[in-house]
């Protein structure tokens, strides 16, 4: 069974600093991962994905994540906070050619502070 | 062009009562996935529609809750005699690739927020 972990369901970071939101999954078989994020009151938008290609992948808004298989993460990070990536965010794993069904962490609310 | 659209946006209906949730997938869209976001559970899987056909319905919460989806279009989850834990976001998905094909991106609706009173 797949499972994903996020570290933090609160975190704060300063604007212009460096944003780290950590997710580590479990898979029996190579997964994909993804990243998404929910603005308040709207529904889920995907930042990025890995499926199996580069491990570092870049996502819309400055977003990206690393693949790092010997260490079971997925860790989404930004080099500088923006006021506007106030959301929250989960990490999420789907097993390739079998139902798609996708697995979701319980969530990282990202506070911005001034 | 349009997305997924679910309706209603908000629900209020009173313990006991019947609700019907409705998605309108992305058009084309072969797959359609019903996912429910409450505080307690965070984001949980509940059922996926591969054309009208749901091979897996393990994740309804109890037998309180079915879906059907016809026409390859629209789908309906209904949830009968409601609780008060069955207070929650419910979102649904829809993907262009049949389920299992390759990668398979799903795009969400806006959700419809049910309370039980």
């Known amino acids: 069974a797949q499972s994903v972990t996020q570290l933090g369901s609160h975190v704060s970071v300063s604007e212009g600093a460096l944003v780290l939101l950590r997710c580590n999954y479990s898979?029996?078989?190579?997964?994909?991962l993804f990243w998404y994020v929910q603005y308040p009151n709207q529904g889920l938008q995907l930042l990025l994905k890995?499926?199996?290609?580069?491990?570092l992948v870049k996502g819309i808004n400055g977003f990206e994540a690393e693949f790092k298989k010997s260490e079971t993460s997925f860790h989404l990070t930004k080099p500088s906070a923006h006021m506007s990536d106030a959301a929250e965010y989960f990490c999420?794993?789907?097993?390739?050619?079998?139902?798609?069904?996708?697995?979701f962490g319980k969530g990282t609310r990202l506070h911005i502070l001034p | 062009g349009a997305g997924v659209s679910q309706s209603p946006s908000n629900k209020v209906t009173e313990k006991g009562k019947d609700v019907e949730l409705r998605c309108d997938p992305i058009?084309?869209?072969?797959?359609l996935y019903w996912y429910r976001q409450s505080l307690g559970q965070g984001l949980e899987f509940l059922i996926y529609?591969?054309?009208?056909?749901?091979?897996?319905k393990s994740g309804l919460p109890s037998d309180r809750f079915s879906a059907e989806r016809t026409g390859g279009s629209v789908s309906t989850l209904t949830i009968q005699r409601t609780q008060q834990e069955d207070s929650a976001v419910y979102l649904c998905?829809?993907?262009?690739?049949?389920?299992?094909?390759?990668?398979?991106?799903?795009?969400f609706g806006p959700g419809t927020r049910l309370t039980v009173l």
């Open positions: 898979s029996s078989v190579p997964p994909y």
């Open positions: 999420a794993v789907s097993v390739p050619g079998r139902d798609d069904k996708i697995i």
């Open positions: 058009s084309g869209h072969t797959a």
């Open positions: 998905a829809s993907s262009l690739a049949p389920v299992g094909s390759s990668y398979n991106e799903q795009f």
């Open positions: 890995y499926t199996s290609a580069a491990t």
């Open positions: 529609f591969q054309g009208n056909s749901a091979p897996d």
